[in-house]
């Protein structure tokens, strides 16, 4: 669906995102001039594998669930897109087709600009080129650390890095506690254990230890960080 406007919050995601930040006053003035607002519900398709590249994309509220699908059918989530962040623009540069599916996980909004303003801000803009790369250097050093933690870290190391990640970006203050943090986007346990490259049974087992030690508490509503210096710790031991 799409409409004229960005709320007042999902505007300052866009604004507040490290990336986008960094540009010029008058290329982030482009860029929002020509871009339009998509809202989708929670599983709504987004893109699908194998479609030609329409937009480059923001998220500005929610997340974006990015999967494969395996051979014998299962749906594999590889990452969650978060506010702030840009991504579509690689089909776009290789004029290659979608790679993976990208779903709405809960209510998310969408800041879209066609792949023609794409290329006629590139061709107004050189900054755009060089500021690309930067975003593309800071993507492969993020898979490159992904990849070394998956066979260098034990996962009790890894789930602690993800849910630091997770409370950092989605945290929600406790009501009448100010030292614990609500994780506000929810992730099946299943989900957790894709991301984490685990199974779920280990993954579960590793929440309930950290549930035992006083650093986590496991609720319906999400998982609640209640010692993050804790999870810092867990990191630390194992780096």
Not at 163 to 176: D, F, I, K, M, S
Request: glycine residues 6%; contains cysteine; charged residues 25%.
């Amino acid at each position: 669906m799409t409409e004229p406007i960005l709320t007042i919050d999902e505007r300052l995601a866009i604004n507040a995102g490290r990336w986008f930040s960094s540009l010029s006053p008058s290329l982030r003035h482009d860029i929002l001039r020509c871009a339009y607002v998509r809202r989708y519900k929670d599983s709504d398709l987004i893109t699908a594998r194998g479609e030609p590249p329409q937009e480059w994309i923001a998220c500005a509220k929610g997340a974006v669930r990015v999967s494969s699908t395996s051979i014998s059918g299962k749906q594999v989530t590889l990452t969650y897109v978060e506010p702030g962040i840009w991504f579509g623009d690689v089909a776009i540069f290789d004029g290659d087709r979608r790679t993976h599916d990208a779903y709405a996980h809960g209510d998310t909004t969408l800041l879209c600009v066609s792949r023609g303003d794409f290329k006629n801000i590139l061709s107004q803009h050189v900054e755009l080129y060089e500021a690309l790369l930067r975003l593309h250097a800071r993507r492969i050093r993020q898979l490159y650390g992904l990849v070394e933690d998956l066979n260098t870290l034990p996962l009790r190391a890894r789930l602690a890095k993800q849910l630091v990640h997770l409370v950092r970006t989605y945290g929600v203050p406790v009501a009448g506690d100010g030292a614990e943090m609500r994780i506000g986007l929810h992730l099946a346990q299943e989900e957790l254990a894709q991301l984490l490259g685990a199974s779920r049974q280990r993954v579960n087992q590793e929440l309930k230890t950290m549930e035992r030690e006083d650093t986590i508490r496991i609720e319906s509503a999400g998982v609640v960080i209640r010692d993050h210096p804790a999870l810092l710790r867990i990191i630390d031991a194992d780096t």
